[in-house]
């Protein structure tokens, strides 16, 4: 297991990729805390509006996957959670009408699928990853959040919204981190 006093090698390419990782976060910041609010609102904003911040939230979730794969020990993991993500948003963009219900069992879906994979690499890697509880952790609540979705389609698209606007929160936190550390190697 990597101490932390081991020397990190990171090749930073480009000049300011720190700037790219920093304004995706906090454009899944942004969104998490619009989708967030959204759901606490209640009747100020429409369900379709929720569900098209959803499908949003599915496609950021997708791209930053993606944006990673390749710096991943395995990418395929990395690629595979990405089209999920996508899949998912793309799903809820071209199904609007099939009832909250379908919704809610999509995004659901999506989130089991999601949340057993990141837990699975988080075990799996765990001598070389510093915060594997903290991702272990994190992917079964994304389990969680997926299986109250599935089991109980009836609770509002609202409820789903919420959760997944503090999911976003919460990468967008991390993705904001490493987008500063990565400025301070770079400088």
């Known amino acids: 297991m990597s101490q932390a006093s081991d020397p990190v090698n990171v090749e930073v390419r480009g000049p300011n990729p720190w700037l790219a990782i920093i304004i995706l976060g906090t454009l899944t910041g942004l969104l998490g805390i619009w989708l967030t609010v959204s759901a606490i609102a209640g009747t100020r904003f429409s369900l379709a509006w929720i569900a098209f911040l ?107 919204a919420l959760l997944f606007g503090i999911r976003l929160l919460v990468i967008a936190l991390g993705t904001i981190a490493v987008g500063t550390t990565f400025k301070k190697l770079a400088s």
């Open 54 to 160: 959803l499908a949003l939230g599915l496609f950021f979730n997708g791209f930053a996957e993606l944006a990673w794969a390749a710096d991943r020990e395995s990418p395929v993991i990395g690629y595979v959670l990405g089209t999920l993500f996508i899949v998912g948003g793309v799903i809820v963009v071209l199904q609007p009408g099939s009832g909250l219900k379908a919704l809610a069992v999509v995004i659901g879906i999506v989130l089991i699928a999601v949340g057993l994979a990141q837990s699975a690499v988080a075990i799996i890697g765990r001598e070389e990853l510093r915060h594997w509880v903290a991702l272990t952790v994190f992917g079964l609540l994304t389990i969680a959040i997926g299986i109250a979705a599935v089991v109980w389609p009836d609770i509002t698209i609202r409820a789903i």
